[in-house]
């Protein structure tokens, strides 16, 4: 297995890429549209660095793979489909999101509750495979009731439900959060090998900073700033919950969400041959 990582450095983003060397079968994991929402325009800079090098290297996508629905960035799941193919897959928790973030978007008419708009929902302990690569699928709730994490070969795939240690895990006070589930999942990632290779979706360095796209199970264990192997689960409760009282709303809150319940697809045009978002005022 080789992974190939990019960074978008406006919404501190890492899309993997995983590939069999063998078969040259890959998968997408966390991919990233550009958004510029002061314009409401967005772009596919990012997104074109993954399928370029998909195709100069001769690669086959099998899979687009989303760790759980962003707040923090617009997907290019949709846009890839269209350029790699692939199949695009989450966690079968999705419809919890997508029941509770599809009436307050009002996009029933366009947007299923059911997850159809996905090729495949994983439940928790399935297997599926990237080429000759064994894959399985562990649901980490906790940031989100649909979160996943992808065990693929030595490493796993954990979207927010990690950062970097030094910057410990992520938010719990999204709607269907729990920091107590957020506590109990990254327990179950805490169970494997010291030496699984754990691939982060986000970092924010400083400017003097490199950013750090992955850690290993024995580092977060020993140095994550929230919750090591000793922390019990009262103190991670309280330690998260005053750290998120304390956190703003992710800026791309608002298009993220109910584009990336439609795979980053801002949904069909309208009469006047124009697409719209819908935003809710006082709600978020």
Request: aromatic share 10%; glycine share 6%; hydrophobic share 35%.
């Amino acid at each position: 297995m080789q992974v190939k990582t990019f960074y978008d450095q406006s919404t501190g983003t890492f899309t993997h890429i995983v590939i069999d060397d063998v078969s040259k079968k890959c998968a997408v994991i966390d991919s990233v549209l550009n958004y510029d929402p002061s314009a409401a325009r967005f772009s596919t800079y990012s997104a074109d660095q993954v399928v370029q090098f998909i195709k100069q290297n001769k690669l086959t996508n099998e899979w687009i793979l989303e760790t759980h629905i962003h707040a923090d960035h617009i997907t290019a799941a949709f846009y890839l489909s269209q350029h790699i193919g692939g199949k695009t897959a989450i966690g079968s928790r999705i419809k919890e999101v997508l029941a509770h973030w599809v009436p307050l978007f009002d996009l029933a008419e366009n947007t299923p509750i059911t997850g159809e708009q996905f090729d495949h929902l994983f439940e928790d302990g399935e297997t599926f495979t990237i080429g000759n690569l064994n894959a399985s699928v562990i649901h980490t709730p906790g940031h989100t009731p649909a979160c996943s994490t992808y065990h693929i070969a030595n490493s796993i795939f954990v979207g927010d439900t990690l950062f970097a240690p030094r910057m410990g895990t992520a938010r719990a006070d999204f709607p269907g959060g729990s920091p107590v589930d957020l506590y109990q999942s990254i327990q179950k990632l805490y169970q494997l090998p010291d030496d699984t290779q754990i691939y982060l979706c986000h970092d924010y360095p400083s400017q003097e900073e490199e950013p750090i796209s992955k850690s290993s199970v024995g580092e977060q264990k020993t140095s994550n700033k929230m919750l090591r192997k000793e922390t019990a689960q009262e103190e991670f409760i309280s330690l998260r919950n005053a750290r998120d009282k304390n956190l703003p709303v992710p800026k791309l809150i608002l298009p993220s969400l109910q584009t990336n319940m439609r795979l980053g697809s801002f949904g069909p045009k309208r009469a006047n041959d124009i697409q719209y978002l819908n935003i809710p005022v006082n709600i978020v």
